[in-house]
């Protein structure tokens, strides 16, 4: 089991260009989620998603979508990055069978010019 | 509005001392207490969890001290040891909530 994986790991955009986060998880879990982490501010919440063809936002929704293509894939798009946007990105689904654990990806690392 | 608030934001410990995590919740229908341990480079990953049935947990050399009336729940890491370095995350949600709320984190550095 890969477990939670993340593309790309790193990547560096300039003000107002678009990307897309990919995540993928193969322990059939139905929820999934995508947390930014920024110094001193801890793990904030963008958006989740309960099951397959639903999402809702999070703490700190605003410059982000997502799309749940399928039960095993949560992708996250920036429209028109921003300065504010760089940091690091999890992805995370959770197996509520077992402790109620959320599985965290590895990471990626943005920065936005 | 930081639903758990987490201290101290750093913490330096001799090898073989305790080391001791506290946060705190508003919150009185949060159920799920989690401590996520992060190493650099690396998601979260969980540590150790609680639900306030039980006012201490233990696993190994990690606790969890509950204090449902004080609404506060600690991390206890006993014999700390280099490879414990990390950053460390407390949690709390309530059954049912699809949302985890996590406090700001602990830089955690034992020193040899």
């Known amino acids: 089991n890969a477990g939670v994986t993340q593309t790309p790991k790193f990547q560096v955009l300039k003000t107002g260009q678009s990307m897309t986060l990919q995540c993928a998880q193969d322990m059939n879990h139905n929820s999934m989620y995508w947390y930014r982490q920024d110094p001193g501010m801890g793990l904030r919440l963008i958006y989740y998603s309960a099951s397959e063809g639903t999402t809702d936002k999070g703490e700190v929704p605003n410059g982000y979508n997502v799309s749940r293509l399928n039960k095993r894939e949560f992708s996250l798009r920036l429209e028109s990055a921003a300065p504010s946007q760089t940091s690091v990105y999890f992805c995370?689904?959770?197996?509520?069978?077992?402790?109620?654990?959320?599985?965290f990806g590895p990471g990626t690392r943005l920065t936005v010019l | 509005q930081q639903q758990v608030k987490q201290s101290p934001q750093s913490l330096i410990v001799q090898k073989g001392g305790i080391s001791i995590i506290n946060c705190a919740y508003e919150n009185t229908a949060f159920d799920y207490f989690p401590w996520y341990q992060q190493f650099p480079g690396k998601g979260p990953a969980l540590l150790i969890a609680i639900r306030p049935d039980v006012s201490e947990k233990k696993e190994g050399r990690f606790t969890i001290s509950f204090n449902k009336s004080a609404k506060q729940f600690s991390l206890h890491i006993m014999d700390s040891q280099p490879g414990d370095s990390a950053t460390y995350f407390c949690?709390?949600?309530?059954?049912?909530?699809?949302?985890?709320?996590f406090g700001t984190g602990t830089r955690l550095t034992v020193i040899p």
């Open positions: 949690a709390a949600s309530k059954s049912g909530a699809n949302n985890l709320f």
């Open positions: 995370a689904s959770r197996d509520r069978t077992y402790r109620d654990t959320q599985y």
